[in-house]
């Protein structure tokens, strides 16, 4: 798995990242979830179940940086 950052030269760009490919979420350097884009909602870090981290954002890019924040770790 590549790690998504909003910049630097050894991890994947952020503007790199295929939105129909999978990204997962570790935090601690465990696997806790993954982004999903909900029809009619928008984008989220889904934890499992019913619960998102972070609330639904408007793009792929503002539901990452609302996650580094948190202190979650993106890979693709």
Excluded at 2 to 25: K, T, Y
Excluded at 57 to 66: A, R, S, T
């Amino acid at each position: 798995m590549r790690r998504i950052i909003v910049s630097g030269e050894n991890d994947l760009h952020i503007s790199l990242v295929n939105e129909c490919n999978p990204i997962f979420a570790k935090k601690d350097g465990i696997l806790v979830g993954m982004i999903v884009n909900e029809e009619n909602k928008g984008w989220i870090l889904r934890l499992g179940g019913t619960f998102g981290a972070n609330g639904h954002c408007d793009n792929l890019k503002e539901c990452i940086c609302k996650g580094q924040k948190s202190g979650y770790e993106f890979f693709t």
